[in-house]
Structure formats: C-alpha cells, structure tokens
C-alpha cells in the first residue's frame, strides 16, 4: 500500500459521504477533511468520527492548505451544486474561480500526489486543475463519466436479470448532457449487447436517455446526490492505495479529440496508467466529436 493519506477538500454531501465511504471500506489511513465552513467540518468529522467506532483502521481530522497539499490523494469536492433543472455546465463561472483559489493555498503540492476532481462541470475544471497544478497530467483527473456509466450498467442489468459485475459497457465523452454510450462495444460474456434479441435502436437511446437524467431526477427529488459519486471516488481510491490497474472511465486530456473528458483508463498507485482507445462505429465517433465540440465552447 502507497498512498493511504486522503485530503477531501469540500466537506458538504459529497465529500462527507465520500469520508464514510473510504472509512467503511479501511481505504485510508488518514483522512483530512477541509471546508470553508469550518463549523459544518468540525460538525461532519464529529459525526464521522462514530463510524470508526468498529473498526479503528482510519483516522479523520480537520486540516489546513498545507496538510492537504502534502496528502497522498487530495480529493476536490468543494463548490456549488446544482439547483433543480440546472446543468452542470451553468456551475463554471462560480466553480472555476472556487477551484482555482483552492489551488492558489495548496501550493506546492507533493510532487507524487494524486488530484482527483469531483466538483461539478467536471470536465472542464480537470482541464483547469491539469494545467495549474503543476502535476503531470496523469496524477491529475476528474470521475468523469464512472458514475454514469454505473448508472447504464444497473439498468442493463436489470433488464437481463445479470449483476452488474457482469455487464461490461462504458458511458465516454462528457459528464453532462452531450455524454454518449459506447454501444456498439458494450457486451455480456463476449456477446455483444447490440446482438440480444430484445434490444432494438428504441431501447438503446432510452436507456440512454434514462441515465443521463438520473442527476436531474435525484436532485428534483432530494437536492443533491452524493452516495453514488461518493463510492466511485472511495473504489477509485482503493485502485490507487492497492494498485489494481482497474479500467474505468475517468476525465483526462485525450489527444485525439484535443479535450479533457471521459475515456476507460487504467488506474493504478501511480494514478492513470493507460488509456485505453475503446472501438467506436461511425455514429458514436461523430457523437464524441460533437461531445468534445460543446466542451471546447464552453471551456
Ligand atoms: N462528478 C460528479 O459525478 C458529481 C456528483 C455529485 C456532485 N458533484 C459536484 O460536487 C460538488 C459538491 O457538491 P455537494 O452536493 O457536496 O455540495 P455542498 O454544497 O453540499 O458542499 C460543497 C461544500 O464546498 C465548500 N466550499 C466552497 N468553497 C470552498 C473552498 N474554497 N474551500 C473549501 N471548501 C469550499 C462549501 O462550504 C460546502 O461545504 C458540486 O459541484 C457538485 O455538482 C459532482
């Protein structure tokens, strides 16, 4: 095990949830949890300080610029949230500039520490952390797309009565309204999902259609969503603590679309490793470029 210091900067639903998660998982030795609003941080790391009650292998504790800076993995979950019925992509403007403070305090950074983004439009403020880091790129990422594509393989699942364990498929591009699915590569037990009898052209872009307003339909509901997107982030920090080399798709700077969103990579201690070139039809190219166009416009 190599890294095992997490710094959650942003203690609101996701972090905070994001803290229990790697706490109930014994992902990390030490977590540092950071928050302007001091008095909820304190609150947050009371309260999570019961749960280690059965299991005393995590330490949880308030921390400074200068301790996050220094952490193994530094996780950034601070900034707004979306209302009901807004885009991710509307958050930029408030959110660049929360980011690009945070990165002002943290400096410098462990030079082997990995930065992983969570804080909304996602895409675009990887980009921005990729380049004001100083971190080469592959140390720095955003969750990208995992949760969506979480999302597309519970309702596969369901639809075949298969765990979701089973269901190899991936949801690339942005994390956002232009994100597409890779159809055309997604299988079960090496047959591929477009050759199922049930599945014709009107099931695909349902489901598709589906998961991507599963965010718009959970934050009408409660607000906020925070459990799924925080076990991404704790499974994504077990890969690094552990070294898995586990595929998932994730945020980064892909060159032959010349942006930052979600392609599958390989994720290991040393953070992305690889990045893997999933085999697209003509369509879903054309899909991802127009993915990769709305991003260069709004960035
Ligand atoms: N990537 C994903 O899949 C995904 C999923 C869910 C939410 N999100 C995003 O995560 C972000 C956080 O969402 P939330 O529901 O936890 O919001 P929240 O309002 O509950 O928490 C945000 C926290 O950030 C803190 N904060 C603001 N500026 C800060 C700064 N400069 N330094 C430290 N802390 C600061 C606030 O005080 C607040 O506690 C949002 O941008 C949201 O869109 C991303």
Known sequence: MKHSKIAIIGAGS????????????SIAAEIILIDIDEPRCHGEILDLSDALTFDGSSKIRSGSSADAAQADIIIIAA???QKPGETRRELLTTNKKIIADIFATIKPINPAAIIIMVTNPVDPLTALAQSISDLPIH????????????RLRGHIAEKFNIARESIHAYIIGEHGDSQCVAWSSAEIAGTP??????MHEKNFEAIAQKVKNIAYDIIA??????????TCVAKICNAIVFDQKLIMPLST??????????MPVVVGENGIEKIIPIPLNDNERKNLELSAEQLKIVW
């Open 14 to 25: 996701v972090g905070s949830t994001t803290a229990y998660a790697l706490i109930l998982k």
């Open 79 to 81: 900034g707004r949230a």
């Open 139 to 150: 140390q720095v990422f955003g969750t990208g797309t995992f949760l969506d594509t979480l």
């Open 193 to 198: 999902i477009t050759q199922f009898p049930d």
């Open 221 to 230: 509901c409660k607000g906020s969503t925070h459990f799924g997107i925080a």
């Open 253 to 262: 700077y892909i060159k032959d679309y010349d942006v930052v969103f979600s």
